[in-house]
């Protein structure tokens, strides 16, 4: 098992599971997935067959799954959750009981918007480096713990975090989850 500090949750961004991440994923401890591909949150549309297969896993493993982006398959699919991009941050979704949002959130205008859709978790990226994101892009923790000062919601790190950089998040003041993406592709 996977007990990395005091995260309270794990959240790993995807659209595919195989045997090595299920097999990965299930060293856990409060691991929720996300079901993401950015080509279908920009069109608000996913691959049924996909999350399906998804889905399957994380009922049979009592794991929570959120959507990406898409309110009225957030309800259709029984998904535990909504996941809203920065790039969707003007639309208003109704909130619901026993559904948690996320958002997501690269700089504190963004958190403004996230915390006027009522998100009960912001994630701050990128923290760390990765390939989608320059060099001065990232934030590293000291600019997380200045950005994240006084935001009221719970917070998670996300952005280049895998097992080798992971113990670096000691160091941040406040952050109640963890979020990756290639941690267990890889």
Known sequence: ????HKYNKYF????????????KSLKFINLNIIYYNEEEAKKKNIDIIKY????????KNQIPIYITNNFKLLLK????????????ICTRY????NK?????????????????????IVMLSPIFFNQKYSINKI????????????????ICALGGINSLNVNKL?????????????????
């Open 100 to 120: 948690i949002f996320i958002g997501l959130a690269h700089n504190q205008l963004e958190y403004y918007f996230m915390q006027q859709q009522k998100c009960d």
């Open 12 to 23: 790993f961004l995807t659209d595919t599971i195989n045997d090595k991440i299920e097999k």
């Open 94 to 97: 109704p909130k619901i009981k």
């Open 52 to 59: 399906n297969k998804i889905y399957s896993f994380c009922k």
């Open 139 to 154: 934030l590293l923790p000291l600019k997380f713990n200045l950005i994240t000062l006084n935001w009221k919601t719970k």
């Open 1 to 4: 098992m996977y007990t990395y």
């Open 77 to 88: 699919l029984k998904a535990d959750g909504i996941f809203i991009t920065s790039k969707n």
């Open 170 to 186: 000691n160091t941040l003041k406040r952050v109640d989850g963890v979020a990756f993406i290639s941690w267990l592709k890889k």
